[in-house]
């Protein structure tokens, strides 16, 4: 009779068997992007589905970053995955890619009505097709190395808590309430990415399965 740890492995190992995007794996396991799970001490340990996801891939890498730069980060995760594709003959399904966004960075992946009320657009100098301040998310959809393309291709995005924590006592400011901005900013964080307790234990994590680090800085 199977428990329910070995249920899990082999949903899982069939999905990565036909590389699934995140949204699969959401799907077939419920609770991905929550914290979920528990170690062998009964610690409290984040989901890392994206973790094994990415370390059981041939092709693998963890993106980190903390700046906007036009989407360096993004343009440098579509750079792998095209080169992979078109020089290398290796489709997205063997390539195991998670881009990790802190500081700055995180208005890749917070929803349009997080840039309007925050001005994120003239927070973090990020200018729309007229050279104003963007009032949207200029990173979400509509060109390719996009949150939504890169995702549709298997990409995973992180999103570091303790910069989320960080960001939202700027924005709350003195006397505000940091922990309710903190609620607003997980809550309208884009589909397509999940929050991770923090960037640097992502990066360990990840180093500790054989995931090569590259940092955009």
């Known amino acids: ?30 609770g991905v992007g929550r914290a979920s799970s528990s170690g062998s001490d009964g610690a409290f340990w984040p989901d890392e589905r994206w973790l094994e996801m990415a370390a059981q891939r041939e092709h693998r890498m963890i993106i980190e970053t903390g700046i906007v730069s036009e989407g360096l980060a993004l343009r440098r995760g579509l750079n792998l995955l095209d ?25 890749f992946i917070l929803n349009d009505a997080m840039w309007l009320k925050y001005t994120l657009g003239a927070r973090f100098d990020v200018r729309n097709a007229q050279g104003a301040p963007a009032t949207a998310n200029t990173f979400r959809a509509g060109v390719p190395y996009s949150v939504e393309s890169l995702s549709k291709r298997g990409v995973v995005f992180l999103a570091c808590n303790r910069a989320l924590l960080r960001l939202s006592r700027e924005l709350a400011g003195a006397g505000g309430n940091a922990a309710a901005v903190h609620a607003e900013l997980v809550a309208n964080v884009l589909p397509e990415a999940q929050v991770t307790p923090a960037m640097v234990v992502a990066l360990s994590r990840a180093q500790s399965k054989g995931v090569p680090y590259m940092a955009v800085a």
């Open 83 to 107: 080169v992979f594709n078109q020089d290398y003959a290796v489709p997205d399904a063997r390539i195991g890619l998670v881009i990790g966004v802190h500081t700055a960075a995180l208005s």
């Open 1 to 30: 009779m199977n428990t329910p740890r070995r249920s899990f492995v082999g949903r899982l190992t069939a999905l990565l068997a036909v590389g699934a995007a995140p949204s699969a794996l959401s799907a077939a396991t419920p």
